[in-house]
């Protein structure tokens, strides 16, 4: 069984930075890759960004390429996720997800273990 922590949430005004973190523990296997999602009220949880746990490749939603920088600590087994230039339409609940298979997918069934989540919201 993985478990998966978010941190790193909270209120920042329009044109912000925030960082998050997400920690996992347990086995995943050998290989992994780790993603955020987020999810806005009234809207379907989306892809933001993953990285594959050995090798450090990125995955990126194409519309935050350029604000939002993914990154891995393999050593504090911690995963972060970099926002700058935050805008109100980012604010929403951003989940911590681990994909055992390694597909790099950006498709929620692909992830297997989620966090509970930590709310983001950019006032304007």
């Known amino acids: 069984q993985v478990q998966v922590v978010e941190s790193g949430g909270g209120l920042v005004q329009a044109g912000g930075s925030l960082r998050l973190s997400c920690v996992a523990s347990g086995h995943a296997g050998s290989n992994y890759v780790m993603g955020w999602f987020r999810q806005a009220p009234g809207k379907e949880r989306e892809f933001v960004a993953a990285i594959s746990w050995i090798i450090g490749n990125t995955y990126y939603a194409d519309s935050l390429k350029g604000r939002f920088t993914i990154s891995r600590d393999n050593a504090k087994n911690t995963m972060y996720l970099q926002m700058n230039s935050l805008k109100p339409e980012d604010t929403a609940v951003y989940y911590c997800?681990?994909?055992?298979?390694?597909?790099?997918?950006?498709?929620?069934?692909?992830?297997?273990?989620w966090g509970q989540g930590t709310q983001v919201t950019v006032s304007s």
């Open positions: 997800a681990v994909d055992p298979s390694s597909s790099g997918s950006d498709q929620t069934y692909e992830y297997d273990y």
